[in-house]
């Protein structure tokens, strides 16, 4: 079902990424037309004194979350506007006091030649009574025919996505046990898996896995139950990784659905207060490694949020990179770059000090090299941004206006000379 469709003025190139829905077989991918962007109104920072290097390229959306490309298009996860707009929601009070409103308004949207449309529709979101802050589709992974095992009917191979899938991290941030409690919430703490014909089923109940298992309470006593899926990276072949926000844990689910821990995330201890990690993204570094990112919790700590390292054994580094607030997405691009996204509204951009000595491993030499990188403002005047990925063209992509009903969406910023 498609809710909405937007004609994009603006250009979205998507040269040499890997296939997916929407994409055409065999066509030559040195040679073909570029992605076209909406009629969105270009307005940021705002209308009056738009940014040059910025292009708004997608409009209109629910609480816009998560990026990912494919082939041709790019995707982004909506966490939709709980009840907002419904007669009588459903309702309960969350665990920090305040009342929530459910509605089935989480969606995926794409923008594929010029249009950008809704191509999953249904998934569950709870909101403020303005349909603010939603919980829902959290981020989306594409995943293409290359990225599964050559015998689809091996241990962790998924027929249904020899065509390509988009699987998608439902939140919850609650415990788990409020979908007993409150039955309307038991479809959120899922993976859920959009196949080539538009179809999506739950694939995995990441709540379940945080009932039985509660990975961090190795560092926690007594043991604290939350989950919240909030962050996805597509690993070829092998399926998924989940950042569990709620459950500061890194897991990985398999395409055919089975669900381990890779990492786990310990407290952050300051002079004055004890609060959780938080991870809000991950991504493969140019070591190999997976890097994390912290949003940390309450009371806010300024300066207090770090990127973690993890190797690909589980080892967690939680002090590689650190002086950051509320970080909310990371991303590397092809020379190595990081980009760090600060819901405060600011790209941060970090060189990394290639002469930088190492301590000895190979983890603190990396951590070395981008702890004394060059950190330069790239990106002010977001408002509440929740996502980021870099384009093929070299461009940032961002959710701005993450966390609003309505007037989400989506800019394109040439932050170097592309």
């Known amino acids: 079902m498609i809710r909405r469709s937007v004609v994009l003025t603006a250009t979205v190139w998507a040269v040499g990424v890997t296939g997916f829905i929407g994409a ?27 940014d040059p290097r910025a292009t708004v390229v997608m409009c209109g959306l629910d609480n816009p979350r998560g990026l990912t490309f494919s082939q041709f298009a790019l995707y982004v996860a909506e966490a939709g506007r709980g009840g907002l707009g419904l007669t009588a929601p459903e309702f309960f009070q969350g665990q920090v006091g305040a009342i929530r409103y459910y509605g089935a308004t989480g969606a995926v949207s794409r923008l594929l030649n010029g249009i950008q449309e809704q191509i999953a529709t249904g998934f569950p979101s709870h909101a403020t009574v303005l349909g603010r802050n939603a919980i829902g589709p959290n981020d989306v992974a594409a995943t293409a025919s290359t990225d599964l095992p050559t015998d689809v009917s091996s241990p962790g191979a998924s027929p249904d996505c020899v065509g390509g899938c988009v699987y998608v991290a439902v939140g919850l941030q609650q415990p788990p046990s409020y979908r007993t409690l409150y039955p309307f919430l038991a479809d959120f703490a899922k993976l859920a898996r959009i196949t080539a014909d538009f179809q999506w089923t739950f694939v995995s109940d990441l709540g379940d896995y945080e009932t039985q298992y509660d990975p961090d309470q190795v560092f926690l006593s007594p043991p604290e139950l939350d ?12 399926g998924v990784l989940v950042a569990d926000a709620g459950g500061n844990s890194l897991l990985r689910v398999s395409p055919a659905g089975g669900i381990s821990t890779v990492a786990v995330f310990p407290p952050n201890i300051y002079p004055s207060a004890v609060d959780d990690a938080v991870p809000t993204a991950v991504t493969v570094g140019p070591d190999g490694a997976y890097y994390v990112s912290e949003l940390t919790g309450f009371p806010l700590v300024p300066g207090a949020a770090n990127i973690l390292r993890v190797s690909q054994r589980g080892d967690v580094d939680s002090a590689c990179i650190t002086g950051f607030t509320q970080i909310m997405d990371l991303a590397f691009d092809d020379t190595g770059v990081l980009y760090v996204l600060n819901f405060a509204g ?3 951009r970090i060189s990394p000090d290639r002469t930088a000595a190492s301590a000895g491993a190979q983890s603190r030499g990396t951590c070395a090299r981008y702890g004394a990188g060059e950190r330069t403002t790239v ?11 870099v384009g093929p063209d070299g461009a940032l992509y961002i ?4 966390t609003f009903a309505g007037t989400g969406q989506v800019i394109r910023i040439q932050v170097g000379d592309q």
């Open 227 to 238: 989950t919240n899926p909030y962050a996805l990276l597509n690993e070829p072949g092998r």
């Open 346 to 348: 600011t790209v941060v």
């Open 24 to 50: 055409t077989a065999h066509q030559d991918l040195t040679d073909r037309p570029a992605v076209q962007g909406a009629e969105c109104v270009q307005d940021f920072p705002t209308a009056a004194a738009p």
């Open 379 to 389: 990106v002010t005047g977001l408002n509440q941004p929740t996502s980021m990925t």
């Open 399 to 402: 959710s701005n206006r993450g």
